[in-house]
């Protein structure tokens, strides 16, 4: 008998998938198979079209298989699709991203956004000569160990592992406090600040749903940083270039001393880059202690795309468009889910939008784990049966794109219609 493509991968590969959440252990079910994509449409190997939400979690903001992306990609791998040399190109991706985010006086580039947080936290305790790090609960940070942390009791901060293979003398390092609570870092970094090299901070929390900082949080965390001397990191992996030509540090007026970017800077390609203030970026290798080293670093096929993209959101500044977009679809659902009586909340910043199946707001990890996350499992495999694919976690972020027109977001919305529905006959 012929084995299922399901079949195969899971004989091949540990779970069947590369990324854990691509196995939808989240919302149960099998999961999908990319066949081809275009726009905002996702086909999979069975044959299906699904509008996509997910927009591979987040860089495709022009939409699936850009003609200008596809292009670039084309015509520099057709040259060379690796060098580890340095290239024209490089450059200019560097000084396209400085000037729009001009805390980023100089850029390292790396292969992703993990490498980008590895790289911007040795710096931070190579710059300061201090260990400990500052990071908040449900912030994402990618999977660098002494990122991969939950904390520990309450606001005592001191963290341990949420990993398996991740030591506990790791975890130590990483002080872990909730999301929009001024006070309890305030009293973390009272307690642990001659030791402390850097809060890392998502300045939208992104990977734990949609949470938005509350006002003057981000600030706090700036005056925080400064009080005891240690570096503030933006982790803009999510949110650089998606909401504006730049970084959210541009909305929100606070300057961090690092920033990580990925995603759109790529265009779909593997990317990653960390920047910040001169003296900062000069303990790293060649010219100061600090190692960081990478043989497909600067990729021309990714730079390519990197600034394919960038150019024409420079260009198109399709941001405010987008933002009314997701503003006006994210009401829409919001009303069709009142109607129905189902306590959800669709927070929305920007092209960004989730789902939290709850009564109250939303302001830090600990009240996403109340949410029910039942309710999105069912919300989310009806939507797969009616051809709109959102993250397959309620954790995750969905995504709104340039592709994503008036028809299918009609469409869209008549498939959401028809899932709250059966979302409400369950509950």
């Not at 503003?327 to 910043?349: C, D, H, N, R």
Request: with cysteine.
């Amino acid at each position: 008998m012929k084995k299922t493509l399901k079949q195969r991968a899971e004989a091949a590969m540990p779970g069947g998938v590369n990324s854990p959440v691509r196995a939808f252990r989240s919302v149960g079910g099998d999961p999908i198979f990319a066949k081809s994509a275009n726009g905002a449409v996702l086909k999979t190997e069975d044959g299906r079209k699904l509008i996509d939400f997910c927009m591979s979690f987040g860089p495709l903001i022009l939409g699936h298989a850009h003609p200008e992306v596809v292009k670039a990609i084309a015509e520099t791998a057709a040259k060379g699709a690796s060098f580890a040399v340095t290239t024209p190109r490089e450059i200019e991706l560097a000084e396209l991203i400085r000037s729009a985010i001009p805390s980023m006086e100089r850029i390292r580039l790396v292969s992703s956004g993990t490498e980008a947080v590895m790289t911007a936290l040795r710096l931070a305790r190579g710059f300061t000569r201090r260990s400990k790090i500052l990071k908040f609960g449900g912030c994402y940070h990618g999977h660098a160990d002494s990122m991969l942390v939950q904390a520990g009791s309450g606001v005592a901060g001191i963290a341990s592992a949420s990993s398996a293979g991740v030591p506990d003398s790791f975890a130590k390092e990483t002080l872990v406090a909730k999301y929009n609570d001024a006070e309890a870092v305030t009293r973390l970094v009272k307690r642990h600040g001659k030791n402390l090299a850097a809060i890392i901070v998502e300045p939208i929390a992104a990977n734990m749903g949609l949470v938005l900082p509350m006002p003057d949080f981000l600030q706090h965390l700036r005056e925080q940083a400064d009080a005891c001397g240690a570096l503030l990191i933006f982790d803009e992996v999510i949110t650089g270039f998606r909401l504006t030509f730049g970084g959210y540090q541009k909305l929100c007026g606070v300057t961090p001393d690092l920033t990580c970017l990925g995603k759109v800077i790529g265009g779909g390609m593997p990317i990653g880059a960390v920047g910040g203030r001169i003296a900062i970026m000069e303990s790293l290798a060649p010219l100061g202690p600090v190692y960081q080293a990478g043989t497909l670093s600067g990729n021309p096929v990714s730079v390519a795309a990197g600034l394919a993209t960038l150019k024409r959101l420079k260009k198109d500044q399709p941001y405010a468009a987008l933002a009314r977009t997701t503003e006006l679809f994210a009401k829409s659902l919001f009303g069709m889910a009142a109607t129905l009586e189902l306590p959800l909340q669709i927070p929305y910043y920007g092209s960004l939008f989730s789902f939290f199946f709850c009564e109250q707001d939303i302001r830090s990890f600990e009240d996403v784990q109340r949410c029910d996350t039942r309710c999105f499992a069912v919300l989310f495999k009806q939507l797969l049966r009616d051809g709109v694919y959102i993250p397959p976690s309620p954790f995750e972020v969905s995504f709104m794109s340039t592709a994503h027109d008036d028809r299918i977001l009609r469409k869209a919305a008549t498939a959401f219609e028809w899932a709250l529905t059966a979302v409400a006959e369950q509950i």
